[in-house]
């Protein structure tokens, strides 16, 4: 029944290391988003993909690579892993052509690197 | 530049009283949508209140309403009657039209703590 699940919930790694972040949504919606949230809490978009295609792109180092298999999933990969990586990762999804759609998130992953 | 703004780092409120957490925005379009969302001490965000540019009242829901104030550019969460559940972080967020769809950006939230 969940409606954006992200897995893992937790993931615990060493520099230099490459991981991968996978999210999923039943909800229909046709646009998915990564956000990372900072340990001051601060939310920042990373990516936007719409039925497959990438729409946003915030000015992330390209070691993070996100990839849509199709529009119901989206996954994060990120290379070479550093510490400032540290991080909560969330997965969300709307409906792409309204102003008034609401992000509904994943739980999020706590990534931390040392 | 900051395009959401919560001045407010933490609020304190005793139980089954209402507060107001402030949010300011900045936004040259006129086509957009503030929204509230609340994030539990459990890490989850859970969507709160959505108010509309073009919507001439205030939106509520339940306990939550959402004091809009266009020509001031500003979009407060009022909680009335709080209760301990309330405790959380709280964010204002804008979504507005980008390329090829809508941006949704937060502010940097506001902690709030309810006093039994």
């Known amino acids: 029944d969940t409606a954006v699940s992200q897995t893992p919930k937790y993931l615990v790694t060493q520099m230099g290391n490459d991981k991968s972040i996978k999210c999923e949504q039943n909800?229909?919606?046709?646009?998915m988003y990564w956000y990372k949230q900072d340990s001051k809490k601060f939310l920042k978009i990373m990516f936007s993909?719409?039925?497959?295609?990438?729409?946003i792109n915030e000015t992330v180092p390209n070691r993070f690579s996100p990839k849509s298999p199709d529009k119901a999933h989206l996954n994060l990969h990120i290379n070479s892993l550093e510490l400032g990586d540290s991080a909560v990762y969330f997965c969300?999804?709307?409906?792409?052509?309204?102003?008034?759609?609401?992000?509904?998130f994943g739980n999020g992953t706590r990534l931390t690197v040392t | 530049a900051q395009k959401i703004t919560q001045t407010q780092p933490g609020m304190f409120v005793q139980e089954k009283e209402a507060v107001t957490l402030d949010c300011t925005y900045d936004?040259?379009?006129?086509?957009?949508?503030l929204f509230w969302y609340k994030q539990p001490s459990s890490g989850e965000m859970i969507f709160l209140i959505y108010?509309?540019?073009?919507?001439?009242q205030n939106a509520t829901e339940g306990r939550y309403s959402l004091n809009f104030q266009k020509a001031r550019k500003s979009a407060n969460l009022v909680i009335s009657a709080s209760q301990l559940g309330d405790s959380a972080m709280y964010f204002c967020?804008?979504?507005?039209?980008?390329?090829?769809?809508?941006?949704?950006?937060f502010g940097a939230g506001t902690r709030l703590f309810v006093k039994a």
């Open positions: 969300a999804s709307s409906l792409r052509d309204r102003d008034n759609s609401p992000l509904h």
């Open positions: 909800l229909g919606h046709d646009t």
């Open positions: 993909y719409n039925n497959k295609e990438l729409i």
């Open positions: 936004t040259s379009d006129p086509s957009y949508g």
């Open positions: 108010q509309g540019s073009y919507d001439q």
């Open positions: 967020a804008m979504r507005e039209p980008n390329t090829g769809g809508f941006k949704t950006i």
